[in-house]
């Protein structure tokens, strides 16, 4: 009897581990990323203190698929998922919301500014070299940044912000940052 209820409990642990978690690299998936996003906003909206939605995409991602193989694209996601866990707090949340798109969550910020370290951080990261296929690659990040309550109360505009933001940091040369600006 003992032995059935660990198996099924396994095998619960296992369905719950698929449902939430993004299998190549472990990181949250787009579904709990949300889940975790929503709570640091009423977090955020309790305590008076700020948030940050971070959109990190990799720069020039195809390329590696294409002249090393998906592989080597795959072994760089799961290299990715770890620097970026390492450049942010426990308490932030990393997620992968699909290819080469990835996205963090920090919560409880005292200042706006707080959202600069980890964004300088993970720039930085990002200029040391990957080892893939036994070369060492440089591959870079443009990352977007959208404040909690500044530039949305609401999660999904925080995203989209976001990702705006990526985009003007891919405009402007990639390997950087921004912050959300309307204009």
Partial sequence: MAEDISERKRAEEQLTQLAHYDVLTGLPNRMLFFDRLEHALAEAKRNHSWAAVMFVDL????????????????????????????????????????????????????TALDADA??????????EPFRLNQAE?????????????????????????????????KEEGRNAYKFFSPV
Avoid: C, W
């Avoid at 980890?118 to 200029?127: H, L, S």
């Avoid at 690659?137 to 976001?162: E, M, W």
């Fill in 118 to 127: 980890p964004a300088r951080k993970i720039v930085a990261r990002f200029n």
């Fill in 137 to 169: 690659h440089v591959i870079t990040a443009s990352i977007g940044i959208a404040l909690f309550p500044d530039d949305s109360t609401d999660q999904n505009a925080l995203i989209k912000n976001a990702d705006i933001a990526m985009y003007r940091a």
């Fill in 59 to 110: 720069d020039r991602f195809k390329h590696i698929n294409d002249t090393l193989g998906h592989a080597a694209g795959d072994d760089l996601l799961q290299q990715v998922a770890e620097r970026l866990k390492d450049s942010v707090r426990a308490s932030d949340t990393v997620g992968r919301l699909g290819g080469d798109e990835f996205a963090i969550v920090l919560s409880n910020l005292a």
